[in-house]
């Protein structure tokens, strides 16, 4: 299974639920930051390509920070092992503030436990805080003669297989357990992060596409139909589409996108880190960012997002180690 559990999952509407009334509560406040921090440029690491969701979100925060904080930040593209790359070189880095990563939850949930040699684990890093969760969808061209997951399988079945273009362990695993669960031949084909999978799809190169964010724009300017919804519940701008588990399986993913930092950093300057990514979180202009996803702002706080990460972790470390 892909999900958590039934506790582990409503702790985790729990603590969502607490973060969003939080931000909804609370006014924003500008960062408390040790005195002459910074004095220089941070970097943004962001472990997804440029043009996707994650990138998107990383320079709509980082704007934002230069905007309300006056501090300046630099954004860098460190693609590659579905943010792995990222988060060993982040691991790397002295815990001085000046070196934030960017990433999915998967990327210290599912990685370390996908591989034997993986150079980290979650308890690596500390976290900042989160931006939004991913509501994650199964999704093909607006040409292809299936609008349904029925329909798709129905496809599969009738052509032998389906091809499903990737950007994570954690949904490559949902395209084998929809396999199986159909008893069709569905192919995950990896892409280099959700922007390269989305291309594949809507190049024609692959039958569908799992998409977290990307896939909003296509959706609302006609080009694709999201096929089912992979999160545990429906979502606005494709209500008709139904769930995995309303479709009959008992599988839904998880995932916030996440700033954490190397492990270690002084308490003061994670606060200072801390608060400005909260507030920048608040921001208009990544609240104009959600509306084209057809998303909210969600920011767990550094304590919301640790507990989720080790959840998840502990989820992964025993489904993957089979």
């Given amino acids: ?18 973060a969003a009334l939080a931000a909804l509560t609370g006014a924003a406040q500008a960062a408390d930051c040790p ?18 969701g994650t990138d998107a979100i ?14 300046d930040i630099v954004v860098e593209n460190r693609p590659g092992a579905s943010g792995g790359v990222m988060a060993a070189a982040l691991m790397e880095m002295p815990p001085d503030g000046y070196t ?58 009738e052509q032998g297989r389906a091809t499903v273009s990737v950007a994570g362990v954690s949904q490559t695993v949902a395209v084998r357990q929809m ?3 159909f008893d069709v031949n569905l192919v995950p084909v990896p892409g280099k992060g959700a922007a390269d999978a989305l291309q ?14 990307q896939h ?38 998880e995932a916030h996108t996440t700033f954490l930092v190397p492990k270690g950093m002084d308490a003061e300057i994670k606060t200072c880190l801390a608060e400005a990514i909260d507030e920048a979180t608040q921001s208009e202009g990544y609240a104009e960012l959600m509306e084209k996803f057809q998303n909210r702002a969600l920011n767990l706080g550094p304590e919301g997002v640790e507990e989720v990460v080790a959840r998840m972790a502990a989820f992964y470390e025993e489904a993957l180690s089979d």
Wanted: charged share 20%; no cysteine.
């Fill in 100 to 157: 934030i990563g960017m990433a999915g939850t998967d990327t210290v949930t599912v990685n370390p436990y996908e591989t034997a040699d993986s150079p980290y684990t979650h308890a690596d890093f500390d976290y900042l805080g989160s931006a939004m969760q991913i509501n994650f969808g199964l999704v093909a061209l607006e040409e292809k003669p299936y609008d349904t997951l029925e329909e798709f399988i129905e496809y599969a079945r």
């Fill in 216 to 253: 909003v724009q296509q959706i609302k300017a006609g080009n694709m139909v999201q096929l089912a919804s992979l999160i545990g519940k429906r979502v606005p701008y494709a209500p008709d589409s139904k769930t995995l588990i309303e479709s009959g399986m008992d599988v839904s993913l």
């Fill in 58 to 71: 990383g320079r709509s925060i980082a704007a934002a920070i230069e905007e309300q904080q006056g501090w």
């Fill in 35 to 52: 005195e002459g921090f910074p004095e220089k440029p941070i970097t943004f690491m962001v472990g997804f390509g440029a043009g996707g």
């Fill in 1 to 18: 299974m892909t999900d958590f559990r039934p506790s582990r999952r409503a702790a985790l509407w729990g603590a969502a639920a607490l």
């Fill in 200 to 213: 594949q799809a809507l190049g024609g190169h692959v039958d569908a596409t799992t998409q977290g964010s």
């Fill in 179 to 181: 396999a199986e669960h």
